[in-house]
Nanobody, 123 residues
Framework: VQLQASGGGPVQAGGSLRLSCAASGSTGSSNVRGWFRQAPGKEREFVAAINWSGKTTNYADAVKGRFTISRDNAKNTVNLQMNSLKPEDTAVYYC?????????????????WGQGTEVTVSS
């Protein structure tokens, strides 16, 4: 299974971006999908997660109210709509899959990872 993230790029503060993550094949029991990000010199951190049905989500406090995670199981994709972007949102964003719940925020709990897409927010 491969996860392919896309949609990153440069954006000004206050702007929006929509990231997408397409999966080629089934992730089996790892049906919770999440987004993480890693800024230069920092550890990878949890951003958001969504369960299989798409009805339950979890967000990091730093993005709550600004980011929205969604999924389309028919297309095997997960999206991250990012609004009101701030310079501190600058990072490489990774999509991932886990067999644990949406409340697991540890990167080590995720067993499938995409290659990352870079988001740069300028002030």
């Amino acid at each position: 299974v491969q996860l392919q993230a896309s949609g990153g790029g440069p954006v000004q503060a206050g702007g929006s971006l929509r990231l997408s993550c397409a999966a080629s094949g089934s992730t089996g029991s790892s049906n919770v999908r999440g987004w993480f990000r890693q800024a230069p010199g920092k550890e990878r951190e949890f951003v958001a997660a969504i369960n299989w049905s798409g009805k339950t989500t979890n967000y990091a406090d730093a993005v709550k109210g600004r980011f929205t995670i969604s999924r389309d199981n028919a297309k095997n994709t997960v999206n991250l709509q990012m609004n009101s972007l701030k310079p501190e949102d600058t990072a490489v964003y990774y999509c991932a899959a886990t067999r644990y719940t949406i409340y697991s925020k540890r990167a080590t709990d995720y067993n499938y990872w995409g290659q990352g897409t870079e988001v740069t927010v300028s002030s």
